[in-house]
């Protein structure tokens, strides 16, 4: 076996040319590094960039969207009934109002037939009639119809029905996906978010305004001249117009 010994002269020379190396490229030692640095960060990471596209608004899930749909009120009548009670005639005067206030032209009484009711809901039905009339509504815009119903059961009610441009959304309770399966990307689950939409379309009165605003009424001149006037400290009295300063010290 051969034992090669190198002299110590030629271990601090070869040092020293490594010092001279380095020191000569300063530039390329650092980006070298720094290659390497980035090389194993890189490792680490995921190419797959997909946060940003991920749909998770409730209201791109469940918009509220203008469309035709029917406006509809149940009037609840018993066997024994013979006219409308006074709750239920405010109820049948604030349908009136509501279908007025559409671009509906006829509104629908459905009576009952069949069902152990149905001789008083035709007399309940013609004072419907009577209160529509009475609240605006012309009689050649109410339409009488009758529906089947059964003869057991829960007494069938008269329905008041008007189909207009109504705002509204998805119907809710849909779950078309396991939430047990895809709980680490931290999204909401398909329903969230439904039932508030539902009652916000619910609560638009004109839908109309989800596409424009609507129209500024005129200015009330005798107002506004009056509101500056009491903001101005100003008092009149005898056709002069005296202004009241108030100084703090």
């Known amino acids: 076996m051969t034992i090669t010994i190198t002299p110590l002269s030629a271990l601090k020379g070869h040092r020293k040319m490594e010092k001279s190396i380095r020191a000569r490229h300063p530039v390329m030692a650092s980006t070298a590094a720094a290659l390497l640095v980035s090389v194993l960060l890189s490792s680490c990471g995921n190419s797959q960039m997909t946060t940003g596209s991920i749909s998770d608004d409730y209201r791109t899930r469940h918009p509220i969207v203008l469309a035709e749909g ?14 409308l009670t006074v709750g239920q005639k405010d109820m049948v005067r604030g349908f009136a109002q509501n279908f007025s206030a559409s671009a509906a032209g006829v509104v629908q009484i459905q009576v009952p037939h069949g069902s152990y009711n149905a001789g008083a809901a035709t ?3 013609g004072d419907i009639r009577r209160t ?39 119907a809710c309770g849909e779950w078309p996906e396991d939430l047990s399966n895809d709980t680490m990307t931290n999204r909401n689950w ?17 839908p109309s305004d989800l596409i424009a605003p609507r129209g500024m009424t005129p200015i009330d ?3 506004r001249a009056k509101v ?16 009241t300063t108030t100084t703090t010290n």
């Open 70 to 83: 029917a406006y509809t009120l149940d009037v609840p009548v018993a066997s024994g009934d013979v006219r």
């Open 123 to 125: 007399k309940i039905a």
């Open 132 to 170: 529509l009339t009475e609240n605006g509504i012309r009689a050649q815009r109410i339409m009488m119809t009758n529906y089947a119903a059964s003869p057991n059961g829960d007494a069938a009610p008269i329905r008041l029905q008007y189909v207009a441009t109504k705002a509204m959304t998805s």
């Open 190 to 206: 398909y329903n969230f978010g439904c039932a508030s939409q539902n009652n916000l379309a619910a609560q638009i009165a004109n």
């Open 221 to 223: 001149a005798t107002q």
């Open 228 to 243: 500056i006037s009491d903001y101005r400290g100003e008092t009149s009295s005898g056709g002069t117009t005296t202004t």
